[in-house]
Structure formats: C-alpha cells, structure tokens
Nanobody
Framework: QVQLVESGGGSVQAGGSLRLSCAAS????????MGWFRQTPGKEREGVAGIYTGGGGTSYADSVKGRFTISQDNAKSTLYLQMNSLKPEDTAMYYC??????????????????WGQGTQVTVSS
C-alpha cells in the first residue's frame, strides 16, 4: 500500500523559511514522478514543483522560482521542499503527490495517483 506522509508545515513570518518533507512507502521511490502542490479554500490545487526521482530535472511554478527548491533523498525515500523568502501568498495546505507512470504535465493534479494528507503552511505579514 502506497503511503505519502508530509511534515514540516507551520507558521512563519514573511521572509522566513520552512522545509517540508514527504516520506514515501510502498512504492519504488527511485523510479517515481513526484510533485508538491498547494491549495487554499475555494481555489484549485496548484502545482508548486516537480521532480523525477530516477534522476531527471526539476520544474517549478513561476510564483516560486528562485525561492523554493525541490529535492530528494532516495536512500530515505523522502521528498523535500525547501521554502525560502516566504510570502503571505504562500499560505496554503501543501501536498506531495507521486506516480510511476510516464506522461502528463507535472503541474496537473490529475497526473498523480497517490497523495499525502497535507501539511499547513501559514505565512504572516
């Protein structure tokens, strides 16, 4: 059974940093497409960053480029999202997602089969 468990969310002031983690189990982590998404009430889930754990490149939403970094530790089957220079508009529930299938745009929620339960990030001004 595939499980994705996020952690690391919290409250921070604008300009601060947080690092989110997503621990994966029950899947061949080294051959997966993984992504971070975020969602606020009443809005669609938005792709933040994506990565191929088998050694591909990374992708970012324009709104977070230069501030967020997606990375992984294959030995720990863990995905990370380092978030720096946080802004109030980054406030959202953050989710990690994964899928083994090729194809599809990294930023589309429909591209991913497996999801974590989310971790809340709140940035105050």
């Amino acid at each position: 059974q595939v499980q994705l468990v996020e952690s690391g969310g919290g409250s921070v002031q604008a300009g601060g940093s947080l690092r989110l983690s997503c621990a994966a189990s029950g899947l061949p982590y080294s051959m997966y497409f993984m992504g971070w998404f975020r969602q606020t009430p009443g809005k669609e889930r938005e792709g933040v960053a994506g990565i191929y754990t088998g050694g591909g490149g990374t992708s970012y939403a324009d709104s977070v480029k230069g501030r967020f970094t997606i990375s992984q530790d294959n030995a720990k089957s863990t995905l990370y999202l380092q978030m720096n220079s946080l802004k109030p508009e980054d406030t959202a529930m953050y989710y990690c997602a994964g899928d083994y299938r090729y194809g599809g745009s990294w930023y589309l929620p429909s591209r991913y089969r497996y999801w974590g339960q989310g971790t809340q990030v709140t940035v105050s001004s």
